[in-house]
């Protein structure tokens, strides 16, 4: 079975930066690293999970979140099976639970039902 595993979550200040990781792991010759598209979502509390940001299978493709925009930036390192979320000008409406999801599809996508596996997630706080 594919397993994610996050890291990198904290508490950091407004304004300030974290990098999150996701590395994956369980990968067949079916199913590798390369061959599908990875997410980032997140869920605040209360609320639902929701998109933060996408990347197709080799890279060349990424959407954000529109609050994600200008801030956020998602990148992976196949030969590593790992991809990351590097977050800059971090605000206090973006503290959550972050999630690191595998796809069904090669191509990046927004939608929740297309990923097929999730980590556990890594909490961030970001205080005012």
């Known amino acids: 079975q594919v397993q994610l595993v996050e890291s990198g979550g904290g508490l950091v200040q407004a304004g300030g930066s974290l990098r999150l990781s996701c590395v994956a792991s369980g990968l067949t010759f079916g199913r590798t690293f390369m061959s599908a598209a990875m997410g980032w979502f997140r869920r605040a509390p209360g609320k639902e999970r929701e998109f933060v940001a996408t990347?197709?299978?080799?890279?060349?493709?990424?959407r954000y979140t529109d609050s994600g925009k200008g801030r956020f930036t998602i990148s992976r390192d196949n030969a590593k099976n790992t991809v990351y979320l590097q977050m800059n000008s971090l605000k206090p409406e973006d503290t959550a639970v972050y999630y690191c999801a595998m796809a069904s599809t090669g191509q990046s996508t927004g939608i929740l039902g297309e990923y097929a596996s999730w980590g556990q997630g890594t909490q961030v706080t970001v205080s005012s």
């Open positions: 990347i197709s299978q080799y890279g060349g493709n990424t």
